[in-house]
């Protein structure tokens, strides 16, 4: 099993560059969420998905998008990157969401804005 | 919303010893579940031990245990015969409705 994929694991971007980081899960999970890691902050929720074509907005929304066009997919759209944004991003999905189902966490995918 | 605080940026423990992680919460929900996770240098996040509020017994796994004490809003994880692979930053979490909340972590460090 995968479990959680996250691409790249490493970028360096600069101010006002876009890009998606990606993440995909193969175990049929309903719920997926992307979260910045930053220190002495431990780890904030960005957006999450409780399905297919359903996203909504978690603690720290501004300036990143999301989509979610299949059950598997969840990527993070920065749109003009700032140096506030980097941070270490990690995808997590899970089960039956509102069970108190444990998240299932990617490796992370640390970003550098310069 | 809930918020979780992890009041111990740094602890450290003699391996084979005992240490306890503290963890206290706040929410206005009666329906609730809390969670402590490992993160290694290697990065991943690592479930270690999960345990649902309107259950009374602590949650044990192997050497991991908690103390909940509800009333106070306090879950604390011990970890028992600490090993050298123990070191790791450890998150405290909790969830109600649809998102997770994470504390700010305490670095352990296991002295051989």
């Known amino acids: 099993n995968a479990g959680v994929t996250q691409t790249p694991k490493f970028q360096v971007l600069k101010t006002g560059q876009s890009m998606t980081l990606q993440c995909a899960q193969d175990?049929?999970?309903?719920?997926m969420s992307w979260y910045r890691q930053d220190p002495g902050m431990g780890l904030r929720l960005i957006h999450y998905s409780v399905g297919a074509g359903i996203t909504d907005q978690g603690e720290v929304p501004n300036g990143y998008n999301v989509s979610r066009s299949t059950t598997e997919d969840f990527p993070l759209r920065l749109l003009s990157a700032a140096p506030s944004q980097t941070s270490v991003y990690f995808c997590?999905?899970?089960?039956?969401w509102g069970e108190g189902q444990p998240q299932h966490f990617g490796d992370g995918t640390r970003l550098s804005i310069l | 919303a809930q918020t979780v605080t992890q009041s111990q940026p740094e602890m450290s423990v003699q391996e084979a010893e005992t240490v306890t992680l503290s963890c206290t919460y706040d929410?206005?929900?009666?329906?609730?579940?809390l969670f402590w996770y490992k993160q290694p240098p290697s990065r991943q996040m690592i479930l270690v031990i999960r345990q649902e509020a309107y259950k009374q017994q602590n949650a044990t796994e192997n050497r991991f245990s908690v103390n909940f004490q509800k009333a106070a809003k306090s879950f604390s994880l011990k970890i028992s015969d600490s090993q050298l692979g123990d070191a790791a930053m450890y998150f405290c979490?909790?969830?109600?409705?649809?998102?997770?909340?994470f504390g700010t972590g305490t670095s352990l460090t296991v002295i051989p």
């Open positions: 997590a999905s899970s089960y039956l």
């Open positions: 929410t206005s929900e009666s329906d609730y579940y």
């Open positions: 175990m049929n999970h309903e719920y």
């Open positions: 979490a909790g969830t109600t409705g649809n998102q997770f909340y």
